[in-house]
């Protein structure tokens, strides 16, 4: 389930699958002069970082070890299952050490657990534009990051594979003049606006002066 969402997502940003086999699939995206390349591979376990890179290195595609940017710019994604997410704590030093690992490729962990599967079943990669684009279900996130649901998944892989274009939706832009009068007006203090906007262009003395005097008016009101 999540290796075919991160392969959908991989097409979607302009990659090309080279090859695959059982665990991995290989992908190269070219734009004019500038190229990248991408490894989806499924972890059955977590190995060393040499273990992994080895593993991967017998299967790498002759085209792209003959390619000099091969080695500078490459991602390997790895997917691996838990359980249930609080195993992750026993992992998480294996986790790190393949991630901070500098050797051969860029390397990303991208662990899920039972009950997140279970929360995109039937999922694509363009259910998971639209879940995270969903300002509703960012509010319930925000307020229990730590439940299995659709939002948590799709936060995570956004998270974990940061040449993922975050989606965006254009709308009309409202003047900050605009925004700054109904927020004043909402404070209670219009008239203190209007006494900046007279006497910003005159300068400050002007304008801490009159303050002074309207505030020592209220008070002997």
Known sequence: ??????????????????????????????????????????????????????????SVPASFLAHPAFKKNCDLICIHHLNKLAEF??????IFAIEEDPHFFKK???????????????????????????????????????????YSVAAKIFIKLPFLELPFTRRELVSLRLQASESVAEEGLDKTYAVIQKFTANGMDELIRELINDELENNAG
């Open 1 to 58: 389930m999540i290796n075919g969402i991160i392969n959908e997502a991989l097409l979607a940003h302009g990659f090309k699958q080279e090859s695959e086999n059982d665990l991995t699939g290989f992908y190269v995206r070219e734009s004019g002069a500038a190229i990248r390349f991408a490894i989806l591979h499924k972890l059955n376990e977590l190995p060393t970082p040499s273990e992994l890179n080895a593993a991967v290195n017998q």
């Open 108 to 150: 990303y962990i991208l662990y899920y657990s039972d009950t997140e599967e279970a929360a995109i079943q039937k999922y694509s990669y363009a259910d998971l534009v639209k879940t995270i684009s969903d300002k509703s279900q960012f509010s319930n996130y925000k307020n229990d990051p730590l439940a299995a649901t659709q």
């Open 89 to 94: 704590k026993s992992h998480e030093e294996q």
